[in-house]
Nanobody
Framework: QVQLVESGGGLVQAGGSLRLSCAASGRTFSTYVVGWFRQAPGKEREFVATISWSGGTTYYADSVKGRFTISRDNAKNTVYLQVNSLKPEDTAVYYC????????????????????WGQGTQVTVSS
């Protein structure tokens, strides 16, 4: 079992930045693929970004490409999502998710690709 806890959300003005963190406990995190998803009120959950366990492969949704950066520190069992140039449409609850996969290049963009989920952190962007 892996437990995931997100943090770093908050209220920010348009154009601002935040750094979201996803801290893992329970097992060695270094061979887990991690993804970030978000869900806005009244909308379906959507993929945001993903990173392979090695950190060598990342992939982003078109809507956040160039503004968001995913990274990880396996020694700290933590994955980060740096969110810059925030827009009101980025307002959502952001969730991290993880699954074990030994392939160093593997990433996942679908919710079904993941076995473990955090409780979410709220990001609100005011205009």
């Amino acid at each position: 079992q892996v437990q995931l806890v997100e943090s770093g959300g908050g209220l920010v003005q348009a154009g601002g930045s935040l750094r979201l963190s996803c801290a893992a406990s329970g097992r060695t995190f270094s061979t887990y693929v991690v993804g970030w998803f978000r869900q806005a009120p009244g909308k379906e959950r959507e993929f945001v970004a993903t990173i392979s366990w090695s950190g060598g492969t990342t992939y982003y949704a078109d809507s956040v490409k160039g503004r968001f950066t995913i990274s990880r520190d396996n020694a700290k069992n933590t994955v980060y999502l740096q969110v810059n140039s925030l827009k009101p449409e980025d307002t959502a609850v952001y969730y991290c998710a993880a699954t074990h996969d030994s392939r160093s290049w593997y990433t996942g963009t679908a919710g079904d690709d993941y076995d473990y989920w955090g409780q979410g952190t709220q990001v609100t962007v005011s205009s």
